[in-house]
């Protein structure tokens, strides 16, 4: 997609005269509700202005890349940022914060994705909805911000398709072709640049093997009281708990029930995997709870 807009850039002949460095001032107002959008530009505009306009963000952060105002071959990126800018604020007053960084550096992506989280968290608490962008940028910015929105509460990572390109499919070849050869964007490339991450642990596996029995209990309308879960954690093999012996049996199943509420059910909402339903004992998984079905442990 970057090559759409060096094409379309090519075209443009108009210098944008809006030049100031911060193009507007915040407009919240007392007790407003923040929606915050974090973004990184280089040569797209549409993946950014749609989704800021969409969420009605009211602060935009913007990363983009500027060695050197002055030197040509860095104004490209100055460019698209002030495109980008211009657009967003076009429709409604909307806060810009500029951050001109080495987008192309995944370390220095992750400490400012990190630094622009944390400000906001601290300004705002639970106050604030922070809208991450994955879809625009380097595919450094994408990775890390990727990172930095699993380690907050209340961020929301999105992605944009393309719903139309600048260049045709008959184009393509001439573009991406040479000499009669497929080439790509790239023609050459400087050598591999390890990433260094802090791992993220995967959902403990019996966690969410249990969570994939209750929500196929929960399609085929079975009863879905603790004690019917349980006996059917238990015939799947996924049932680890075994309450001390002595007492009475009915004990035994109590201890079980409240065993599946702490172990299970309470850690399922706590991590967003499931919400109360209507009617008491019913519960329902949310998209972040298909989410984890979808990816772990499938076998």
Same mark, same amino acid.
């Not at 950014?48 to 071959?73: F, G, L, Q, S």
């Not at 029930?257 to 909402?269: A, E, G, L, P």
């Given at each position: ?14 210098k ?5 460095p ?25 993946l ?85 962008n ?8 994408i990775?890390a911000a ?14 944009? +398709? ?10 393509? @070849?001439? !573009?991406?072709? =040479?000499? /009669? #050869?497929? &080439? ?25 093997k249990c ?58 909402? +706590? ?10 004992g @019913?519960? !329902?998984?949310? =998209?972040? /709870? #298909?989410? &984890? ?7």
């Amino acid at each position: 997609m970057i090559i759409t807009f060096i094409t379309s850039i090519m075209l443009i002949t108009r210098k944008l005269d809006y030049m100031a460095p911060s193009y507007i001032e915040a407009m919240s107002e007392s007790g407003r509700r923040e929606r915050i959008l974090i973004a990184c530009v280089t040569f797209e505009t549409a993946l950014v202005v749609h989704p800021a306009a969409h969420y009605e963000a009211t602060k935009v952060h913007i990363i983009h890349y500027v060695k050197n105002r002055e030197d040509d071959k860095y104004s490209i990126y100055q460019d698209f940022y002030e495109e980008v800018c211009e657009q967003i604020c076009r429709a409604r007053p909307v806060e810009i914060a500029e951050h001109c960084e080495k987008v192309y550096d995944f370390s220095t992506m992750l400490r400012t994705m990190l630094s622009i989280l944390d400000s906001e968290k601290k300004a705002n608490g639970p106050n604030a909805d922070i809208y991450v962008n994955l879809s625009s940028g380097t595919a450094e910015y994408i990775s890390a911000a990727t990172v930095a929105s699993m380690m907050f509460e209340g961020v929301t990572p999105f992605t944009v +398709g393309t719903r139309e390109f600048t260049v045709s499919p008959e184009s393509l @070849k001439s !573009l991406y072709y =040479e000499d /009669g #050869r497929p &080439v790509g964007l790239s023609k050459e490339v400087y050598s591999p640049r390890r990433i260094h991450v802090h791992r993220t642990e995967m959902p403990a596996e019996n966690s969410v093997k249990c969570l994939r029995v209750l929500d196929l209990m929960i399609e085929s309308k079975c009863a879905l009281s603790s004690s019917k879960i349980v006996e059917r954690l238990k015939s799947e093999g996924l049932w680890t708990y075994e309450p001390k012996s002595g007492g009475r049996k009915t004990d035994g199943r109590q201890k079980e029930v409240m065993y599946y509420q702490r172990h299970f059910v309470d850690d399922w909402i +706590g991590r967003g995997w499931i919400e109360k339903g209507q009617g008491r004992g @019913k519960y !329902l998984l949310t =998209e972040e /709870g #298909r989410t &984890v079905l979808d990816i772990f442990y499938r076998d």
